[in-house]
C-alpha cells in the first residue's frame, strides 16, 4: 500500500471534533491497521510533516503518535530515513486486549469528566500513581 493510500484512510478513521486527542486517535487507528496486517511489517509510514499537512492537524500531533507507536514497540523511527513499521501482525487474542484495554481508558475518562475532571488531571493523578508504585517497588527490592 502506498503512503497516499495510507494517509487518505487515517484521513478517514481521524476526526479532530471527537473528544479524544487526534494523536491517541492515530496511535490506535495505526495499531489496529498493523495488528490487522493492513499496514505490512518493514513498510515506511508517511512523514510527519505530510501527514499531518493531509490530515489538517499539527505535525506535534503526529510526530507524538509516532513516538508513542515506537514506545509500542508498532514502529521503528530512523533519523533522516523515516518511520516504519516492525510490528507483524497480532493474535485475536492481543487484538482484544487492546480494544478492551482503550475501552478501559475512554469509560475512564468519561467517569473521569462526570466527577469534573479533565484528561490532564486525569494523566497526572495517573502519573502520580506511578510514581508511588516505583517508590514502593524501589523498597521491596529486587525479587
Not at 33 to 45: A, D, K, L, N
Not at 89 to 111: Q, Y
Request: hydrophobic share 40%.
Amino acid at each position: 500500500m502506498s503512503q497516499s493510500d495510507l494517509a487518505r484512510r487515517l484521513a478517514r478513521a481521524v476526526d479532530p471534533s471527537r473528544g479524544n486527542p487526534v494523536a491517541h486517535q492515530l496511535v490506535e487507528q495505526i495499531w489496529l491497521e498493523v495488528v490487522e496486517g493492513s499496514i505490512e511489517t518493514g513498510q515506511r509510514m508517511p512523514t510527519v510533516r505530510g501527514l499531518a499537512i493531509q490530515l489538517g492537524v499539527t505535525p506535534r500531533s503526529v510526530k507524538w503518535a509516532y513516538e508513542e507507536l515506537e514506545r509500542l514497540g508498532v514502529v521503528s523511527i530512523r533519523p533522516g530515513e523515516g518511520t516504519f513499521v516492525k510490528l507483524a501482525p497480532a493474535s485475536d487474542e492481543d487484538r482484544k486486549r487492546r480494544r478492551d484495554f482503550m475501552a478501559l481508558c475512554g469509560d475512564t475518562v468519561a467517569n473521569a469528566r462526570e466527577l469534573g475532571f479533565d484528561v490532564d488531571e486525569l494523566i497526572g493523578a495517573l502519573a502520580e500513581f506511578r510514581e508511588v508504585e516505583r517508590a514502593e517497588s524501589k523498597k521491596r527490592g529486587p525479587g
